[in-house]
């Protein structure tokens, strides 16, 4: 906590600039208690704000202090658990080499989580899923790619990656899904819907690396063909892309902001569709590109 000591100014000019920062507020921004002042819900609220305010600026700062050659600045992108393995390292690597002067941070989340960010500026390039998922507005997308769902199953379920298994025996198995708030749990929702089928969910998990572990026993998951392919080279797990019907997730980019866009941010959206192509034509991926 700092106090005016901190800061190097009297308690009392500390107290008046709190004071006429809540007069123009109209809300309270503290709440004075017996061991000192804590941030109100509005406090938290502006404080959000203010951050976000000051990384602008601070972009702002390291943009007009950049060279005409020289490409710099920090880029927040955004990834799906799911992505994270496959597309981070060459992301990482590249960047580094194309244009070492970038900061470049990485941030895992939910769908849903990375709209709400991207809608709100918090993040600078998101790859998520083209539906509808988070509480605010949904930033603007580019339709990249589908891929495929696959089943996961214990070994010596008789699955094989080069064939497919049919829904009807995916959704009658027990199955540890996704909680809600993930967009693939959304997404398998919608199939059984569709299909009548009254799943068998034997537990929910928001982590993707428990997910993989709970196929264990008889217990089964669905998860993206990337993940679930890479469980199936190591041989720790059976699995095959599911059919009947075929079960496709989009996966959408989303970018910055025409007004917020940086040179450093055009550079790492770049390298961002360059790695995804690469991972695609490579055949790292099971996906479909429906978007250039």
């Known amino acids: 906590m700092f106090t005016a000591r901190h800061l190097r100014l009297a308690q009392s ?22 061991a000192g002042m804590v941030l109100t819900d509005d406090g938290h609220v502006l404080l959000a704000h203010a951050r976000r305010a000051l990384a602008e600026i601070e972009k702002a700062q390291a943009e007009m202090e950049s060279s005409a050659s020289r ?16 597309v981070g390292p060459p992301l990482v690597e590249r960047v580094a080499s ?14 849903g989580s990375l709209a709400d ?20 507005e949904r930033p603007p997308m580019i339709s990249l790619f589908s891929g495929r769902l696959w089943a996961l199953a214990p070994l010596g379920a008789g699955l094989s990656g080069q064939d497919s298994v049919t829904w ?83 996966i959408g980019l989303a970018g910055t902001r025409p007004e917020r866009a940086t040179r450093a941010c055009s550079a790492v959206l770049d390298v961002v569709r360059r790695v995804l192509d690469d991972l695609i034509h490579q055949q790292r991926w099971d996906a479909l590109i429906v978007s250039r």
């Open 13 to 34: 000019a500390v107290t008046r600039q709190i004071l006429a920062l809540e007069r123009e507020a109209g809300v309270a921004l503290f709440s004075r208690t017996a």
């Open 71 to 86: 490409i710099e600045g920090s880029v927040t992108v955004g990834l799906l658990d799911s992505m994270c393995a496959l």
């Open 98 to 111: 194309e244009a070492p002067a970038v900061e470049l941070k990485l941030v895992s989340a939910y769908s």
């Open 117 to 136: 960010w991207s809608a709100q500026g918090e993040l600078d390039i998101s790859l998520l899923y083209s539906m509808k998922m988070g509480r605010g």
């Open 168 to 250: 009807d025996r995916v959704a009658g198995q027990p199955l540890a899904v996704p909680t809600v708030e993930h967009g693939l749990r959304h997404l398998i929702d919608d199939v059984a819907a569709t299909t009548g089928a009254a799943l068998k969910i034997r537990a929910e998990t928001n982590s993707l690396e428990l997910q993989k572990a709970l196929v264990v026993g008889d217990t089964w998951t669905v998860l993206p063909a990337g993940v679930a392919a890479q469980s199936v080279r190591i041989g720790v797990c059976d699995g095959a892309p599911i059919e009947g019907p075929e079960i496709r997730r989009t």
